[in-house]
């Protein structure tokens, strides 16, 4: 009995060469080619000599340059293009890229330049936040390319919320305080993080406004100037009050003049309320009740930075921590 091939209908013994190989079947439109070593080197090699492509166009120098991993090359690109969407070439109202603000300008500033866009993606840093953070635009971008990713979980939100305020009402200058991320060495030699208040405002940059034409134009200043080496244990920066449960002041040292201006003879028996700013006494607060539901003396709680009013009018920011002492009946700033 002959049988016969399904394909040709030839009989088998007279032709094998009709039927499929094992092993060298056509590719279908399900099942393409797979990619072989030599053509997935020869891509990682294409993208390689692209990113070093787009580091040489960078605006640093070329040690910065040879520093960069693939990750923080990306980042400044992003950084830049963004830059460049917001602040075409040409334009009068372009920010500083690279050195092209001198390390000179920088060093009278009290803080460091920040630009952001509407969604609050960083458009631009200035160098010197280093001085302020320790931290080099390269290392900053590393956490995140929004201002929300450089600060303190606790304070997102917050920051969230004046910004939409802000946008809102372009024009109108906002501040907010909050904590923003340093490096180890920093935290090491300083015990935490670094308290920043930004005072910002959005900008139309071309008309028509709208979001994708404005910037968030800020400076960023530190809120506690940080001891030198030679008067580390010096407590001129420092003043102590007391207080009842209610925040009304039973006592505060002498130093309180050289701070707010006032004698301790005017604040003993006043709120600490009357003295803060309107936006700050939900945040004093949150801390009032957070130190008077702690159990026993001596308990404590976290820190807060607030405005507080100077005799002459003027605010003066504060960071206050707070603890019950005398046998919980009283509390200590």
């Known amino acids: 009995m002959t049988i016969f091939c399904s394909h040709c209908h030839r009989p088998l013994q007279a032709e094998m060469s009709c039927l499929p190989r094992r092993g060298k079947q056509a ?8 990619s072989t070593k030599s053509a997935s080197k020869a891509r990682r090699d294409q993208i390689n000599a692209e990113l070093q492509a787009l580091r040489s166009l960078l605006p640093i120098s070329v040690r910065e340059k ?18 460049a969407q917001l602040f075409p070439p040409g334009t009068h109202s372009a920010p500083p890229v690279g050195p092209a603000l001198g390390t000179e300008l920088l060093s009278l500033l009290p803080g460091f330049l ?3 866009s ?19 635009v390269v290392e900053l ?4 390319d929004t201002v929300f990713d450089l600060l303190d979980g606790r304070a997102q939100e917050d920051v969230r919320k004046k910004l939409l305020l802000a946008q809102e009402e372009p024009g109108r200058e906002v501040t907010f305080v909050s904590e923003m991320r340093t490096s180890k060495a920093f935290r ?19 008309w ?12 960023c200043t530190p809120v506690v100037r940080l001891p030198a080496d030679d008067d580390a244990g010096s407590q001129d920066n420092l003043f102590q009050s007391t207080h009842v449960l209610d925040m009304t002041f ?7 003049t050289y701070h707010l201006g006032y004698c301790r003879e005017e604040l003993i028996g006043q709120s600490w309320y009357s003295l803060l700013h309107p936006e700050d006494a939900d945040l004093a607060a949150t801390q009032h009740k957070s130190v008077g539901e702690s159990l026993g003396a001596g308990a404590a709680a976290g820190t807060a930075v607030l405005r507080v009013l100077r005799r002459d009018q003027t605010w003066a920011w504060l960071r206050v921590s707070a603890r019950r002492d005398g046998g919980g009946h009283t509390i200590t700033c």
Do not use: W
């Open 27 to 34: 590719p279908s439109a399900s099942k393409p080619f797979r």
């Open 114 to 116: 920040l630009v952001l």
């Open 141 to 144: 971008l590393a956490q995140g």
């Open 250 to 256: 039973t006592d505060v040292t002498d130093s309180v």
């Open 118 to 136: 509407a969604n609050g993606k960083l458009v631009y840093i200035s160098e010197n936040v280093a001085q302020v953070l320790g931290l080099s």
């Open 66 to 83: 040879e520093r960069l991993s693939y990750l923080h090359t990306m980042a400044l690109v992003c950084l830049q293009l963004r830059g």
């Open 188 to 206: 090491l030699q300083h015990g935490g993080n670094r308290a920043v208040a930004v005072h910002g405002r959005f900008t139309a940059l071309r």
């Open 208 to 219: 028509p406004a709208s979001p994708s034409t404005a910037a968030f134009l800020a400076l």
